[in-house]
T-cell receptor, first 113, second 116 residues
Framework: KNQVEQSPQSLIILEGKNCTLQCNYTVSPFSNLRWYKQDTGRGPVSLTIMTFSENTKSNGRYTATLDADTKQSSLHITASQLSDSASYICVVSVLSGNTPLVFGKGTRLSVIA | GAVVSQHPSRVICKSGTSVKIECRSLDFQATTMFWYRQFPKQSLMLMATSNEGSKATYEQGVEKDKFLINHASLTLSTLTVTSAHPEDSSFYIC????????????FGPGTRLLVL
C-alpha cells in the first residue's frame, strides 16, 4: 500500500533556530517527491520538488533531501522565522495509477519568539 | 503564473441545503482538476478527479450523488455539496493540473464549509 509517513507530528522551536522534518514513504512506482507549506485555512504551496535522481534541492531557507534507496526525505529550515509557522506536507507522486498523489499527514511547526 | 482560485473562501449553511464551490485556474488551462477534503489535523483526502468535458471519477467511499462535480471548461470546475449535513463540514481544496506541466498540480486556497 502506498503510504507517506511524516515525523514529528508537531514541533515547537524558537525563532532563529534550525529544524529538520522527516518523511518516509512506501510508494511505487515513484515519480517525484514534493514538500508543501500549508498555512492554517489555506491551500498547500509548493516548496520543493525532487525526482529520483536528485539528492538535494534548496529554496531560500528551505533545503530538501531525498534518499531514493532508503525512501526517505527531509526538509531543513534554516534560521526560522515566525512566518514559518505552518503545516509542512510531504507528497509523493505515483508514476502511474488512478491516484497520482500520496499525502503525508504533515508536521505542524510552531515558531515562537 | 499557475494561480488557482476558489469561491467562496468560507460558507455557513443550514443542514439540508446545497452549497456550490467554484474552482478556477486563472492563468492557465487545466484539463484535469482534483477535489480534496481535509479534516482538522488530517492530510488531504482525494474525493474525485474531474476531467474537462467528461464525468468525474470518484474515490471509493465518496458519494457521487451527494458531491456533484461539473467541469464544463478548461478553467472552471464546480463541486456541489447536496443536502449538506453537519458531518460534511470540512475544508475543501481543489487543484488543477496544467495541460503542459505534466503531473504538476496547483492548489487553490480552499473553502471552509460549516453546516449548522
Amino acid at each position: 500500500k502506498n503510504q507517506v509517513e511524516q515525523s514529528p507530528q508537531s514541533l515547537i522551536i524558537l525563532e532563529g533556530k534550525n529544524c529538520t522534518l522527516q518523511c518516509n514513504y512506501t510508494v511505487s512506482p515513484f515519480s517525484n517527491l514534493r514538500w508543501y507549506k500549508q498555512d492554517t485555512g489555506r491551500g498547500p504551496v509548493s516548496l520543493t520538488i525532487m525526482t529520483f535522481s536528485e539528492n538535494t534541492k534548496s529554496n531560500g531557507r528551505y533545503t530538501a533531501t531525498l534518499d531514493a534507496d532508503t525512501k526517505q526525505s527531509s526538509l531543513h529550515i534554516t534560521a526560522s522565522q515566525l512566518s514559518d509557522s505552518a503545516s509542512y506536507i510531504c507528497v509523493v507522486s505515483v508514476l502511474s495509477g488512478n491516484t497520482p498523489l500520496v499525502f503525508g499527514k504533515g508536521t505542524r511547526l510552531s515558531v515562537i519568539a | 503564473g499557475a494561480v488557482v482560485s476558489q469561491h467562496p473562501s468560507r460558507v455557513i449553511c443550514k443542514s439540508g441545503t446545497s452549497v456550490k464551490i467554484e474552482c478556477r485556474s486563472l492563468d492557465f488551462q487545466a484539463t484535469t482538476m482534483f477535489w480534496y477534503r481535509q479534516f482538522p489535523k488530517q492530510s488531504l483526502m482525494l474525493m474525485a478527479t474531474s476531467n474537462e468535458g467528461s464525468k468525474a471519477t470518484y474515490e471509493q467511499g465518496v458519494e457521487k450523488d451527494k458531491f456533484l462535480i461539473n467541469h464544463a471548461s478548461l478553467t472552471l470546475s464546480t463541486l456541489t455539496v447536496t443536502s449538506a449535513h453537519p458531518e460534511d463540514s470540512s475544508f475543501y481544496i481543489c487543484s488543477a493540473r496544467h495541460v503542459r506541466a505534466g503531473e504538476t498540480q496547483y492548489f487553490g486556497p480552499g473553502t471552509r464549509l460549516l453546516v449548522l
